[in-house]
C-alpha cells in the first residue's frame, strides 16, 4: 500500500509559479510511474503530467507543456510538479498518483491517490 500527501498548493498571482510535492509512505516508490492529474469545479479530473521510475521519459498536457515540468526523487520518495506561468484556468485541485502498471494518461490506470492540494490563480 502506498500512502501519498500532496503540499505546495495555495493562492497565486497570475503569472506566477509554485512547486508542488508528493510525499509517498508505506513503500518505495522507486518502481511506480508517478503522475499528477487537477480537478476544477464542475469538470472531470484530467491529465496533467506523468514520469516513468527511471526520470528519463515524462509527458505532458498540452495544456502546460512548456510551463509546468514534472521531477522526481526516488531517494526521498517524492514527486514535484513546478509551475509556472500560472493562469485562471490552472485553477483546481491538483492530484498525485501512483500506478506500477505502464505509464499512463488515465486516471483509471492509476491505483493510489493523495488527498489533493488546492492551487487557485488569481487575475
Known amino acids: 500500500q502506498v500512502q501519498l500527501v500532496e503540499s505546495g498548493g495555495g493562492l497565486v498571482q497570475a503569472g506566477g509559479s509554485l512547486r508542488l510535492s508528493c510525499a509517498a509512505s508505506?513503500?518505495?516508490?522507486?518502481?511506480?510511474?508517478m503522475g499528477w492529474f487537477r480537478q476544477a469545479p464542475g469538470k472531470e479530473r484530467e491529465f496533467v503530467a506523468v514520469?516513468?521510475?527511471?526520470?528519463?521519459?515524462?509527458r505532458y498536457a498540452n495544456s502546460v507543456k512548456g510551463r509546468f515540468t514534472i521531477s522526481r526523487d526516488n531517494a526521498k520518495n517524492t514527486v514535484y510538479l513546478q509551475m509556472s506561468s500560472l493562469n485562471a484556468e490552472d485553477t483546481a485541485v491538483y492530484y498525485c498518483?501512483?500506478?506500477?502498471?505502464?505509464?499512463?494518461?488515465?486516471?483509471?490506470?492509476?491505483?493510489?491517490w493523495g488527498q489533493g492540494t488546492q492551487v487557485t490563480v488569481s487575475a
Open positions: 498518483a501512483a500506478t506500477q502498471r505502464d505509464w499512463s494518461v488515465s486516471a483509471a490506470n492509476y491505483d493510489y
Open positions: 514520469i516513468n521510475w527511471s526520470e528519463d521519459n515524462t
Open positions: 508505506g513503500r518505495a516508490i522507486s518502481s511506480y510511474v
